[in-house]
């Protein structure tokens, strides 16, 4: 047996396709052969042969080229990658056929044959009418918070698969893992902890260059762009001077010679994150700076290796007095980063958490995203689950990350018609925007289309502001476990993730079935079943945890386990404000003014609690136990209700799960089952917890009478 499972690329034998001639014959077209077609006929000729005992014969054909264009370079725009990296499949002379620009599109193509017959889809109905697939983002990337002890921040499924000891591991589970990835379409990958520290900081110097080049070569035949988090404060940290401050020409003198023997040393690396004055890590902030002039400093000098600067917009005063109301850790990112709008160079690109705060399980959508109109933008989501269940309680993200996608931000609001070019919207409408400064035309005296191409999928993508990059990140959920992600059903947000970023307009359900089917089972009792658990699996992890948009409440540190208080004195901004009359925090103009800091209507109704949506009122509003919800029900019974029905609900998902257990691999059963036993636990603390605390210091019954502590 391996050592560790080969989840959706497992390749069993599949009942379906067995005949199919077409997949006897395929054809590659329209790029020039590399080392990603190779692995690409490897690939296939590992799938088909284990799924379907066929050995495809399979043809690099040059003049079937669609428009033979080069591969792209570090530096080729989100566009140009959403050009190059479009594919599609088509039936011709008894042969599938795989065309697309770039040898990339061609192992994405070959994918799409893997996974047709690994659900058991018929290849000559799927592939009738020409298949062709454009990725939704340029940048689907993956942010490791992995350190180099092979411990993982954050991590809930073993110890980190690319570092031990302060080394860099690689071996056969680092191309399983590149082959896993881009099988979803992931094209970007940081493989350091935000958190530079320690050995991490030497990872730009020769002690680990080798090893690095390696793994870039690696992740390149996947079509994988490497990336590492950096140490901003690296020319004091390793550099042995005195000063990071990104003005200073000494400290750009050291970076331009840094850089220059990095990039020389590892070719294949395409740019850096940076988390920069957060959480105790240096930032230019210490020298009296913005983050643009941080950013900036790095990026002009990466420019000349075609290189990118991820810079994170998770700032915020960490060391906040809970008395002080008046400071609002939601209000920071927008506070820090508005104001220099235009100003981030162009290989810039900011990564914005999709909530103001933290991962919480139900937070607005940062207003980041509508406000930010002439930079670089890209959504950070975190499929680690860090505040979602820590992989032991089943949350299956997708459905909260659509919901972010399709928020809208009416960021257009103003923008003239006759100025829009022609760009398909994630509504479907056709609009857009030629450049930048069009948007400061607003208004003007066009005819106005507010509502359209402004959700957070329309801007991550690239339309609604022409932007050059951009993208969408997820601290991802991996580590050395057997199943790679602690809990087998948490591997649906790894592989979901992916399927999402490529593929925006998939539905929670279809990526659902998908990952069911290549993963465990093709049976259909079964793939209901499972769906059945995934699909409702965030709304009942929300009902049992923290109500109403209000957040946190859990165990400090570890973040796992219900404790009211347990961050409500503390220095991290993060309070519920509970008294005897009522809870949550007032964001409205009369109380920290966040919530103007979003475009309308959503500033108006974030600002009303009458018209803001119920699942964030607390987020927005400090209210009496007794505010009537739109549900019709008091605050106080809503938080009796669904602590209750989330408990319910959530042994209604273990008994479900039962039903499989002598359908499906006994590994993947009894992992899952594990799993259940545990989060039914947390769930009935949750439970208890949350209603006894509330049902105390609000002295007001539950209506139905039930116990309560
Ligand atoms: C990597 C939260 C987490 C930290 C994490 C930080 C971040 O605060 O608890 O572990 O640090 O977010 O996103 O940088």
Redesign the pocket.
């Known amino acids: 047996m391996d050592n560790y499972a080969k989840l959706w690329l497992e390749y069993s034998p599949k009942g379906k396709n067995k005949d199919c001639k077409l997949l006897k014959n395929i054809v590659f077209g329209g790029t020039a052969s590399d080392r990603i077609i190779e692995n690409a006929k490897k690939e296939l000729t590992l799938g088909l042969k284990g799924m379907l005992d066929i050995t495809p014969v399979i043809t690099v054909n040059f003049d079937e080229a669609a428009g033979k264009k080069p591969e792209q370079t570090a530096l080729s725009s989100g566009k140009e990658i959403l050009d190059s990296e479009e594919y599609t499949v088509f039936i011709k002379d008894e042969s599938l056929c795989i065309s697309s620009k770039s040898s990339t599109g061609i192992l994405y193509g070959a994918f799409d044959i893997l996974r047709t017959v690994a659900s058991e889809k018929d290849v000559e109905t799927v592939y009738a009418d020409d298949k062709t697939v454009r990725p939704s983002n340029p940048l689907r990337m993956l942010n490791h918070?992995d350190n180099m002890d092979g411990s993982i921040?954050?991590g809930y499924s073993g110890k980190s698969f690319f570092y031990e000891n302060n080394e860099i591991v690689i071996n056969e589970r680092t191309v399983d893992y590149a082959r896993l990835i881009a099988s979803v379409g992931i094209n970007a990958v940081v493989i350091n902890?935000?958190?530079v520290k320690q050995a991490a900081s030497y990872m730009i110097t020769d002690r680990y260059f080798a090893k690095l080049a390696e793994l870039g070569e690696i992740f390149a035949g996947y079509g994988i762009g490497l990336y590492l988090s950096l140490n901003y404060a690296s020319t004091i940290e390793i550099g042995g001077m005195d000063s990071a401050d990104p003005l200073d020409e000494g400290v750009k003198a050291w970076w331009k010679e840094k850089m220059a023997e990095v990039f020389k040393k590892i070719p294949t690396l395409k740019g850096f994150l940076v988390?920069a004055d957060?959480?105790g890590r240096p930032g230019p902030f210490t020298y009296g700076r913005t983050q643009a002039d941080g950013a900036n400093m790095l990026a002009d000098i990466a420019k000349e290796h075609n290189a990118l600067i991820i810079w994170?917009c998770?700032v915020y005063n960490c060391r906040q007095d809970w008395r002080d109301k008046k400071t609002d850790r939601a209000r920071a990112g927008y506070d820090n980063f508005m104001p220099m709008d235009g100003d981030y160079h162009d290989n810039v690109i900011l990564q914005i958490?999709n909530g103001p705060m933290?991962?919480q399980i139900r937070e607005p959508i940062s207003p980041l995203f509508g406000g930010l109109k002439k930079t670089n933008q890209m959504l950070?989501v975190q499929i680690a689950q860090?505040y979602t269940g820590q992989q032991i309680d089943l949350c299956y993200l997708i459905p909260m990350f659509k919901e972010i996608l399709e928020f809208k931000t009416y960021c257009n609001g103003g923008t003239k018609t006759s100025d829009l070019s022609d760009k398909e919207c994630s509504d479907g409408t056709v609009t857009g925007s030629e450049g930048w400064s069009d948007i400061e035309d607003i208004g003007g005296n066009g005819s106005v289309k507010p509502d359209s191409c402004d959700t957070v999928a329309d801007i991550i993508s690239g339309k609604t502001f022409n932007s050059r990059f951009s993208g969408i990140a997820a601290?991802t959920n991996t580590g050395n476990d057997f199943n790679w992600t602690g809990d087998y059903l948490a591997g649906a947000n790894l592989f979901g993730f992916g399927r999402l970023a490529f593929s925006t307009g998939l539905s929670s359900g279809e990526i659902a079935e998908e990952f069911i089917r290549m993963t465990i089972s093709n049976d259909r009792d079964v793939v209901d079943t499972i769906k059945d658990i995934l699909l409702p699996s965030r709304a009942i992890y929300e009902k049992y945890t923290c109500p109403l948009g209000i957040g946190w409440m859990v165990k400090p540190n570890t973040?796992y386990g219900c404790s009211v208080d347990g961050y409500e004195y503390d220095r991290w901004g993060t309070y519920h404000r509970a008294d005897h009359l009522g809870l949550g925090v007032d964001r409205t103009d009369k109380g920290t003014g966040y919530a103007l800091q979003y475009n309308e209507p959503n500033a108006s109704v974030y600002n009303s609690p009458e018209k803001c949506p119920d699942e964030l009122v607390l987020f927005f509003h400090h209210l009496p136990y007794t505010h009537v919800l739109h549900s019709g029900k008091t605050v106080i019974q809503h938080i009796y209700d669904s602590h209750f029905e989330g408990y319910a609900e959530a042994e209604q998902l273990a008994a479900k799960w039962e039903t499989l257990r002598d359908k499906i691999d006994k590994d993947i059963f009894d992992n899952v089952s594990e799993r259940f036993t545990r989060q039914l636990y947390n769930a009935r603390e949750w439970r208890d917890q949350v209603n006894t605390y509330f049902h105390r210091i609000s002295g007001i019954e539950d209506e139905k009478g039930r116990e309560i502590y």
């Open positions: 918070w921040e954050r902890n935000v958190n988390k957060s959480e994170r998770f958490k933290d991962f950070e860090e601290v973040h």
